[in-house]
């Protein structure tokens, strides 16, 4: 295979050319540099296949270039911890009055004193995680309510497409707050006992702490409960064997009998 050596844009090649030969420049046209693999490639017809096998994803029309970047950034990589902690302060980003939902939702210290340390670490990391979908939720809300009374004194129309797309993102928010509780629930679910599983269930509904504002009612509830059900358990057991010693094959009297005759007072009884 002959030699086809390469000179830098800025050398001067002072050789001869190998007869046949064509010098192409960067900025010249020349043949088709692509590698044979890839020219393989664009004439091939099974590109249609991987279109048809992965998931495509759907893209909107374009945005503002700056702010896709500076969107993606943040995405990726959040922001300092100075930047965050100032931005999440109650006193710069304080919930409405009469908005209870956007708090974070606390552990009860009933459960939070049985729990073990690795658990409660987890359950504060998701506190974190909470924390932000909160917040943000409380700008945005604080936002769609200012839209709201300014579309009450405006004649844009263009003011209700905004309210409802913000309407949206706070449902969103919503759902990922709720899916960050059942998490944590499910972090806490194996240190409890069995008896008090069902308070990790979805359907029982959390307030401003993870179990409900009264869980010392609850776990009272369940002690009794398994009270009431342990001596039921138990006098049904104990019932049954009575029944069978005394009203059912009469096993009690054969059984005395045997340690009378034992002790040498069966054979009396007999005769």
Known sequence: MED???VEPDEEF????PEGSQVVSEDS??????PLAKRQASDSRFP???KRCKVQEVADEKIDYILAENVTDLFRNGMNDEQYLELTKDGNTARPENCEGLTVVRTNQLIWNVISPSVQTADKNLQFVEKSVVKAATILVKTVDKAARAESSSSSSDLAGYIDSCNDVLALSGHANRQINLARLDFLRPELMTQCLHLCSPSVPYTSFLFGDDVSKAAKDIEECSK???KLRFGRGRGSFRARGTRGSGARGTYRGRRGSARGRGYSRQA
């Open 4 to 6: 086809f050596g390469y």
């Open 48 to 50: 249609a296949m991987a």
């Open 29 to 34: 046209p020349g043949p088709s540099l692509m």
């Open 228 to 230: 009431v059900g342990n």
């Open 14 to 17: 002072d050789g001869e050319y």
